[in-house]
Nanobody, 129 residues
Framework: QVQLVESGGGSVQAGGSLRLSCATS????????MGWFRQTPGKEREKVAT???????????ADSVKGRFTISLSRDNAKNTLYLQMNSLKPEDTAMYYC???????????????????WGQGTQVTVSS
């Protein structure tokens, strides 16, 4: 059973930084596309960044976060942790951020939200101007 637990959200002023973490278990990292999504009230959940490690290494960033956000996956004591380092934050980055997993999926740019079948509970990020 895949389990995802986010942490690290909070409030920050524009130009500041935050790092989100997602403690993960129950899947094989080399065959899974992991991702961060965000959602604001009344809008669809948006794909922010995805990563797949191993033979088919691939990283994707939405245009709105390129050059500011960095996704990474680390392994420690047989558990994987997904990170999203967010720098130069803007008020428009304010959203609920979700960690997600798409088992047995390549992380292509076109990989849709529906391929992600496991989700965390979300962590709020608020950026004030």
């Amino acid at each position: 059973q895949v389990q995802l637990v986010e942490s690290g959200g909070g409030s920050v002023q524009a130009g500041g930084s935050l790092r989100l973490s997602c403690a993960t278990s129950g899947y094989t990292a080399s065959t899974t596309c992991m991702g961060w999504f965000r959602q604001t009230p009344g809008k669809e959940r948006e794909k922010v960044a995805t990563i797949r490690t191993g033979t088919y290494y691939y990283v994707y960033y939405a245009d709105s976060v390129k050059g500011r956000f960095t996704i990474s996956l680390s392994r420690d004591n047989a558990k994987n942790t997904l990170y999203l380092q967010m720098n130069s934050l803007k008020p428009e980055d304010t959203a609920m951020y979700y960690c997600a997993a798409a088992p047995w999926s390549y992380c292509s740019d076109a990989l849709s939200r529906t391929a992600f079948t496991f989700w965390g509970q979300g962590t709020q990020v608020t950026v004030s101007s």
